[in-house]
């Protein structure tokens, strides 16, 4: 019978909440509930990550927070494919970014080698255009993520230890005083809790804000996303590359292929659906994508084919995606107790830091020992009230572009 009293309600079951509520239910006769709207479909960013990850950050808290969740998704069947990465570089500037990259690499411990031209040939899809770089830093240890997979095996071990899952959408955050007392849904049922975590994603914003007239500096931003036409034979497992300067990657999905790109002006999100996923027309994204695959990609883009350099064609691109993820000022997430007592959040977390946040969360939640810096660096209230919340969300807006920056390469995709 479903109970109404819970310990800690978990709001949202994407990567993030589903980590959550697995990892905060070991060891402990804890009642947890679990709530999204949608159980059945990934309807929320997780849903259209390219799944890409990359563990070196210039942030040495997301470096760290990225290893630990490849640690974990390794240990899940089907969950993480080490296939590399492939840093590609052609200015003189970029080769010099990358020699830093290197260094860093080291210090945390990161396998990482630089690449000449022919040797790096050899590792790369058959799409990549041969004269779109001159040498690559190579990641053998990043790779690949099924987020589908890790959900689902995070719910699984959340309800084999006694999670209670309910498909609802939770309209209100219940406080009486300063202190959190559960949540409402849309069919006007209340759940009690001690506390609450907001684990929303892009509609975390949203919800404070009509809930508890709370505002916090997340923007969900739209993002392009390239398919090609499915092949028959699947393709090789080969590394997933960047081209770093040009703000474009692109990797192999085994029957068919896909590329990203954040050259163009960055677009919020103001007015969310139920789903993470934004419109194309209007988008302006059309003019980047283009410009992507003129200086990235060549004709072996959808096929088998070993490269060929001949040119990229329009009608390779069989599906584009606009889908939302969120920024916060810094590139870092927001993870961390908020107003009122028992309101704690875990948003804009990219798949590549998720198990990671998650684990990291379930220790603040346990009362356990954590490390200061990391609790400082993801803290949600890290920002303080001397810079409007405006000029806040103008910063979030601005590291879109700075994703492969050479100070703000930031993990995504
Ligand atoms: C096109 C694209 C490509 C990306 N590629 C990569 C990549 O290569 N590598 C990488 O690391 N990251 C990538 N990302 C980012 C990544 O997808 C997200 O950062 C991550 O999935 C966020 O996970 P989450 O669990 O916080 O959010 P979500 O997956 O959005 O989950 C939030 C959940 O909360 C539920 N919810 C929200 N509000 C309510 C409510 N009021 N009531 C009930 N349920 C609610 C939603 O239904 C949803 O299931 C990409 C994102 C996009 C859009």
Redesign the pocket.
Known sequence: MEQDHFDTIV????????ALAAFLSKDTDQRILL????FDT????????????GQLNVSPTLTTLAQESVKEYATIPGAFNRVGCLELGSTDEGLCDQQNRLVMAKEHGLAARLLGHDETMGLLPPFVKQDSFRQALYFPDDGL?D?GVI?HAYRSQAKSRGVQFIQ????EIKQSGSTVTGVV?SHGRSFQARQVV???????T??LLKSIQKEIPLVPVA???VFSGTRENRSASHAFVRWTERLV?ARNHGDRDGF?TYDHPPLAIDSLG?S?VSDWKDSGFDEAVSKALKECLSSGFGTTETDSNGDFSEDQMQEK??????LTPDNLPLVGAIAPAGLWI?????????AGCAKFLTKLLKREQVDDNMKFALNPGRFGSNVSMEELKKHALRTYNDIYGADEIT???
Do not use: E, K, M, N
């Open positions: 709001v949202g079951a994407g990567i993030v909440g589903s709530i999204d709207r949608s990934l309807t929320g960013s997780t849903g259209y990550a390219s799944g890409l990850i993520a987020p959900t609802t959408d939770v309209v849904t907001l684990a929303s994603g892009i509609w975390t949203q919800l993002h392009p996303y990657y990203g139920s993470a995606v606009s889908a939302v993820f969120a875990a948003a804009a977390i990219w798949i590549t830091h998720a993990g995504g995709p």
